[in-house]
């Protein structure tokens, strides 16, 4: 594996900040979702588990709609399938972390502040409300990361095929 | 006589099936020596983009052959083809084709990243070389919409060259720019094609910028009407 085109397409993700900003944002209440369907029912773990299958596939499918005309010129400038694929991984695997990091650091700030106050995060409150609302246990947090790699992998093989059937004079004729 | 850099060999392009095919291409021959520097030249919609873009590599012709620094690009399948554009092609096209969300610099070792070759600082040495020869390394943290048309080329031919390839293919590169300009970024290509010794092959409609050019072909409807 290239590295160096992973690590570059995790920078060049961040570019497309409204975009990448949103999805992290939609990636962030899905861990929540998905963590906090894990601890439900059967139903309710098969239906969150969906709802995630469908999220990452459309951002999957989105990325390489946005990145059509940059797909096109990197293969005009001699980028191979595989180079294409590790800068649409690298977007994914940037927004997924973040959101991943993003909630479990907002987990261990919500019970950090308990403690230091000694709140009780059973009572009623504005903590008690964010605790319910975000604080993930660490077996359901890291499991919902687990899912959602999992069910990403579907996704990125569908964007790797739409963008290896991206020909490079697609950059010429959509100018 | 040194061998020929670029030979086309029977070359026929065809759009569309049945009854509404159009002849792109007819039967075309050529063949272009190292460092030439060949104007093709001819009313839009003649063929002579299409037939660029054949000699490329970036359309497969309906028929014939092309060879490019003896390598028959019409037999090598597209999972090879990067590497036969890494290693033998630039390109500069009529509208840049800078990626918007990366800075000139970055649009010019782009085209490095996939190798293994070299390393990180020989990597980003080549790529303010080659800014420096178009006069753009102050604008190298610029993004190409901070950047004037006649900027954006000139980063354009800069990333053509990052890999130091043979042949320079140039489609109507000052076709977005205004005169001075455009005379300008002719300049750089003629500099490159005398200094680096690289064969040119400059599509225009543009019969100003014949003057650059040791050769001309003159295209009309799809078929080549003279090679002076």
């Known amino acids: ?10 920078k060049f993700a961040f570019r497309a900040r409204k975009r990448v900003f949103a999805f992290i944002v939609i990636y962030a209440i899905l861990y929540i979702q998905v963590g906090k369907g894990l601890e439900q029912s059967a139903q309710a773990q098969t239906l969150w588990l969906l709802v995630a299958f469908s999220v990452a596939t459309v951002y999957a499918i989105l990325i390489s709609q946005f990145r059509r005309r940059d797909i096109a010129i990197l293969k005009c400038v001699s980028w191979s399938n595989s180079d294409v694929m590790l800068l649409l991984i690298g977007e994914v695997v940037v927004v997924s972390l973040t959101a991943f990091l993003l909630i479990f650091q907002l987990s261990v700030e919500i019970l950090g502040v308990a403690a230091y106050f000694t709140i009780d995060i059973e009572g009623p409150g504005l903590l008690r409300t964010l605790h319910d609302l975000i604080v993930l246990q660490p077996g359901p947090m890291f499991l919902s990361l687990f899912y959602i790699v999992i069910l990403q992998i579907p996704g990125l093989v569908l964007a790797q095929v739409r963008a290896m ?5 697609k950059a010429i004729r959509e100018e | 006589m040194p061998n020929p850099i670029i030979q086309v060999q029977g070359v026929n392009k065809e759009y569309g099936r049945g009854k509404k ?7 075309i021959n050529i063949e272009i020596n190292p460092g030439e520097f060949v104007a093709v030249v001819g009313p839009s919609g003649c063929g002579k983009s299409t037939l660029l873009h054949v000699m490329a590599g970036l359309e497969a012709p309906t028929n014939g052959r092309i060879l490019l620094d003896g390598v028959d690009v019409t037999l090598i399948s597209e999972r090879d083809m ?3 554009r890494a290693q033998k092609i630039g390109f500069v096209f009529q509208s840049f084709l800078l990626i918007e969300d990366l800075t000139a610099y970055e649009n010019i070792e782009a085209v490095l990243w996939p190798s293994l070759e070299y390393r990180k600082e020989k990597q980003e040495a080549m790529a303010l070389e080659v800014l420096r020869e178009v006069d753009m390394l102050e604008r190298k943290d610029h993004f190409p919409r901070q950047m004037s048309g006649g900027e954006q080329q000139r980063v354009a031919i800069a990333r053509a060259l990052v890999n130091n390839p043979p042949i320079l293919f140039c489609d ?7 005169s001075k300009t455009g005379e300008g970024v002719l300049k750089i290509i003629a ?9 040119v092959v400059l599509v225009t409609h543009n019969e100003e910028l014949v003057k650059y050019a040791k050769r001309v072909l003159r295209m009309k409807d799809g078929a080549i009407v003279s090679d002076k």
């Open chain 1, 1 to 10: 594996m290239n590295l160096k085109i992973f690590l570059k397409s995790m």
């Open chain 1, 165 to 169: 059937k991206i020909p490079p004079m």
């Open chain 2, 191 to 199: 500099g490159l094609n005398r200094d680096r010794k690289m064969t």
């Open chain 2, 82 to 84: 990067p590497k036969v």
């Open chain 2, 172 to 178: 109507e590169p000052t076709g977005n720019l205004d």
């Open chain 2, 21 to 27: 095919t159009v002849a792109a291409l007819k039967d």
